[in-house]
């Protein structure tokens, strides 16, 4: 399973971007996925999280209201549409997938595969 994620990039405070996330060597459509982030000296920390319909999403407070997280199955594709960004959102951003197809959310633990990393750097 590969995950390859882009849309990063340098950004001011207040801006939006969106990231991408495209999964490729397996069946997308029956799968959780996630964003997650790991800010300068900071752990990585769960963003976001969408079920595989789509219809159940995740946030962390940090991000509720500003964040979007969705996807489209028929292109195995996640996205994270990012609004009102703030400084302290400069990290970089992962998306993810859990080895087994669940009904129930994943803890972070169940994530097996990552993505490569997107950098997004919020100027003040």
């Known amino acids: 399973v590969q995950l390859q994620a882009s849309g990063g990039g340098l950004v001011q405070a207040g801006g939006s971007l969106r990231l991408s996330c495209v999964v490729s060597g397996r069946s997308f459509s029956m799968y959780f996925m996630g964003w997650f982030r790991q800010g300068p000296g900071k752990e990585r920390e769960f963003v976001a999280a969408?079920?595989?319909?789509?219809?159940?999403?995740y946030y962390v407070d940090s991000v509720k209201g500003r964040f979007t997280i969705s996807r489209d199955n028929a292109k195995n594709m996640v996205f994270l549409e990012m609004s009102s960004l703030k400084p302290e959102d400069t990290a970089v951003y992962y998306c993810?997938?859990?080895?087994?197809?669940?009904?129930?959310?994943?803890?972070?633990?169940?994530?097996?595969?990552w993505g490569q990393g997107t950098l997004v750097t919020v100027s003040s």
């Open positions: 969408l079920s595989s319909t789509g219809r159940r999403t």
């Open positions: 993810a997938a859990p080895r087994i197809a669940t009904i129930s959310p994943p803890t972070p633990g169940d994530y097996d595969y």
